[in-house]
């Protein structure tokens, strides 16, 4: 249980000095009535009255004040048996009753509060019907109508206080579940921007430099016997880093690939069989099925990083002869097939994507196509070649942001 007085804000910092001027005035006023009217014990009534004050003084003083309910129900009960004092020496007394109905409901736990609000009003109507020498039904309304203002006062501010931090803690809150949520989404985006980058790399450098290592290869094996298919072969590797540049300097410029430029996807995926079948031991066939319509940029890149990578799988591990690269339009959607008559393998057991040996391309194709909403779909066999089926929705090119662009 929180035993510390309420921390002080700079309104309640205000109300407080404020609290402080009127009972040092109040206790002023008995005094120099005493004096004035040369009240028989005038000479008593002021020193009382200045202890009261001093009692008073010490208190905002004390740290251990603000700090404890227990030191502050102290400090309260010593100036209460001075303004006791004050009281029973003077009628004037009763009007410090009001100033300290504030001080004990602020400074005591509730129920003990209103107990010595309760009490400080009892003792004010009898002291003041004491000096009065009569009790009156009037003489209780002063007093008991100052209690019951102070504690209407005291209760709706201390609500207006409450709701007033539950709305600094929730703003609080607020501001800080922004700020956690702007760093989910900063994050996010970093992580999806790697994933993004990790599939272009894949799909234009990494294979690029795959197929000219191949290249490379196939002209060391030619030499020194075949020399002129040696440089057929370096030739060829010459292309493919040419290619692979422009592909770089596009991938930094965050642009559309160059294979796509000045033609349609069809016209791309035909020069990729084409310049596959120069390059490779493999004869690789484009065919077009169904009316072409205006696909989204992104569609576009999709498909053709799709094809690329799967014609970069059968070059360096289908030890295949043939490859099929068919592009259909099937009216709500368009499909990408990629057939060969490979080696195959089993699709339930794949590597692990590692660095050194690739295994990325089946997941970039995989997040590529999932996120433009389609699927794709792969059916191979060890001995039984493979084949890679990848549908996506037709969308208009203005509802698709091109892949890869801010």
Request: proline letters at 6%; glycine letters at 8%.
């Amino acid at each position: 249980m929180n035993t510390s007085v309420p921390t002080l804000t700079s309104t309640t910092r205000t109300l407080a000095w404020c609290l402080h001027l009127l009972i040092i005035g109040l206790l002023a006023l008995a005094a120099g009535r005493a004096t004035a009217d040369s009240q028989p014990r005038a000479g008593l009534i002021v020193a009382v009255a200045a202890a009261c004050a001093a009692a008073y003084t010490v208190g905002p003083l004390l740290p251990s004040v603000r700090r404890s309910r227990r030191a502050a129900a102290l400090w309260l009960a010593a100036v209460g048996t001075v303004w006791l004092a004050l009281l029973a020496l003077s009628s004037d007394g009763v009007w410090v009753a009001f100033p300290l109905y504030f001080l004990q409901l602020h400074l005591l736990p509730r129920r003990a509060g209103l107990a010595a609000v309760a009490a400080t009003a009892a003792a004010a109507i009898t002291g003041f019907a004491a000096h009065q020498h009569s009790f009156t039904p009037a003489m209780a309304i002063g007093p008991a109508l100052g209690a019951a203002v102070a504690v209407a006062v005291v209760r709706g501010y201390q609500a207006l206080y409450r709701e007033s931090e539950q709305r600094r803690r929730l703003i609080e809150e607020l501001t800080a579940t922004r700020a956690d949520l702007a760093q989910v989404q900063h994050t996010a985006g970093v992580l999806a921007e790697r994933e993004r980058l990790a599939r272009e790399i894949h799909d234009t450098l990494a294979q690029g430099l795959s197929s000219i290592q191949l290249l490379l290869r196939a002209a060391e094996r030619a030499l020194p016997d075949r020399p002129d298919a040696a440089a057929r072969h370096v030739e060829a590797a010459r292309q493919a880093a040419v290619d692979n540049l422009v592909e770089a300097r596009r991938f930094v410029a965050a642009l559309s690939p160059p294979a796509l430029e000045g033609t349609t996807l069809a016209g791309a995926l035909e020069r990729l069989c084409t310049t596959t079948s120069a390059r490779h031991r493999i004869t690789a066939h484009f065919h077009l099925a169904g009316g072409p319509v205006p696909l989204a940029t992104a569609h576009e890149v999709a498909l053709l990083r799709i094809a690329q990578s799967a014609l970069a799988n059968t070059v360096r591990h289908a030890h295949a002869s043939t490859a099929e690269i068919t592009l259909s339009y099937l009216g709500d959607h368009i499909a990408l097939h990629a057939v060969d008559d490979g080696t195959g393998f089993d699709p339930g057991w794949l590597p692990a994507p590692d660095p050194e040996n690739g295994g990325f391309g089946l997941a970039a194709m995989r997040a590529r196509i999932h996120a433009l909403g389609g699927t794709l779909a792969i059916e191979s066999a060890p001995g039984h070649g493979t084949a890679l089926a990848a549908q996506l929705p037709l969308t208009p090119p203005a509802e698709t942001a091109p892949e890869g662009r801010p």
